[in-house]
Antibody
Framework: QVLLQESGPGLVKPSETLSLTCIVSGASIPPYYWIWIRQPPGKGLEWIGFINYSGFTNYNPSLSSRVTMSVETSKTHFSLRLTSVTAADTAVYYC??????????????????WGRGTLVTVSS | SYELTQAPSVSVSPGQTARITCSGE??????AHWYAQRPGQAPVLVIY???ERASEIPERFSGSTSGATVTLTISGVQAEDEADYYC???????????FGGGTKLTVL
């Protein structure tokens, strides 16, 4: 059984950096894509970005200037850093596993396993 | 285009059929996927690649597609199906991930 578990501080001060880790058990990092998604209280899902096993990344354009993702293949975890946070970054943050759609002439993904999510509040 | 559009809410009585639609230019070229999210829980994959039912999802859930619109159909709705349903796809070039705004399914 594949399980994902988000970990990190639940409270971050404005202008500081949010750092989260997703621990993967029951599966290896390759050959999948690994995703971060967030959900502000009472709102919908927002894609933050993804990273694959070789370190290839792609970020939501609205967040790309502040986001960095990394992967530790040998340690089966991947991480998210979001800099210069504000109250608008308060959300439940989810990590998920991405599967490349097949067959397809252009890339696309769906997310078959999700972590339980962790609430991060930005407040002084 | 970077948008997927869903109706905010759908209501049905138990045993009826619920249809939740999602539209967007990208869907004419990209697969769509559906997730169910119960209050306080993480989303769960329900349908992937337009029509494929995810593991352990009941047969009453099905997906269909027509042009730039995809539909999630729940036949014989049960009280436990009450949830927020999100469609998800990618932009036409396969660069970005897109989510619809979500549809709240209420079982009357």
């Amino acid at each position: 059984q594949v399980l994902l578990q988000e970990s990190g501080p639940g409270l971050v001060k404005p202008s500081e950096t949010l750092s989260l880790t997703c621990i993967v058990s029951g599966a290896s990092i390759p050959p999948y894509y690994w995703i971060w998604i967030r959900q502000p209280p009472g709102k919908g899902l927002e894609w933050i970005g993804f990273i694959n096993y070789s370190g290839f990344t792609n970020y939501n354009p609205s967040l790309s200037s502040r986001v960095t993702m990394s992967v530790e293949t040998s340690k089966t975890h991947f991480s998210l850093r979001l800099t210069s946070v504000t109250a608008a970054d308060t959300a439940v943050y989810y990590c998920a596993r991405g599967i490349l759609v097949q067959p397809s002439t252009v890339p696309g993904w769906y997310f078959d396993v999700w972590g339980r999510g962790t609430l991060v509040t930005v407040s002084s | 285009s970077y948008e997927l559009t869903q109706a905010p809410s759908v209501s049905v009585s138990p045993g009826q059929t619920a249809r939740i639609t999602c539209s967007g230019e990208a869907l004419s070229r990209q697969f769509a996927h559906w997730y169910a999210q119960r209050p306080g829980q993480a989303p769960v994959l329900v349908i992937y690649q337009d029509t494929e039912r995810a593991s352990e999802i009941p047969e009453r859930f099905s997906g269909s597609t027509s042009g730039a619109t995809v539909t999630l159909t729940i036949s014989g709705v049960q009280a436990e199906d009450e949830a927020d349903y999100y469609c998800q796809s990618s932009d036409r070039s396969g660069t970005y991930v897109l989510f619809g705004g979500g549809t709240k399914l209420t079982v009357l």
